[in-house]
Nanobody, 126 residues
Framework: QDQLVESGGGSVQNGGSLTLSCDTT????????MAWFRQTPGKDREGVAR????????DYADSVKGRFTISQDIAKNMVYLQMNRLRPEDTATYYC???????????????????WGQGTQVTVSS
């Protein structure tokens, strides 16, 4: 089954940094909306950041603005999430997701995304 491949999770202390990576090669459409979601037990999966490959426009959840940066390497089919000034409330399983490019203009919810990674755990200790 085609799936995105994530890497880069781990454990850091409050205020630390991590970078997540996602290989989106399995998704065959070149014009994409690539996103990161996160989820904690008992809660819905929430959108963190997304970026559209054509216009390279991005947007973020209010809770991560100014701390997280989403970026892409189109030639390598990679999307990244640089997370700085991490907080304990950022602790979650982070998922990479991809959809057609226009999805980046839609409501930022999981159901519009067509392919997902397996998830990578990020733990921030206080």
């Amino acid at each position: 089954q085609d799936q995105l491949v994530e890497s880069g999770g781990g454990s850091v202390q409050n205020g630390g940094s991590l970078t997540l990576s996602c290989d989106t090669t399995s998704y065959k459409n070149n014009y994409r909306c690539m996103a990161w979601f996160r989820q904690t037990p008992g809660k819905d999966r929430e959108g963190v950041a997304r970026i559209e490959t054509y216009k390279q426009e991005s947007d973020y959840a209010d809770s991560v603005k100014g701390r997280f940066t989403i970026s892409q390497d189109i030639a390598k089919n990679m999307v990244y999430l640089q997370m700085n000034r991490l907080r304990p409330e950022d602790t979650a399983t982070y998922y990479c997701a991809v959809a057609q490019w226009f999805t980046c203009s839609a409501l930022f919810v999981p159901k519009w995304f067509q392919m997902w990674g397996q998830g990578t755990q990020v733990t921030v200790s206080s």
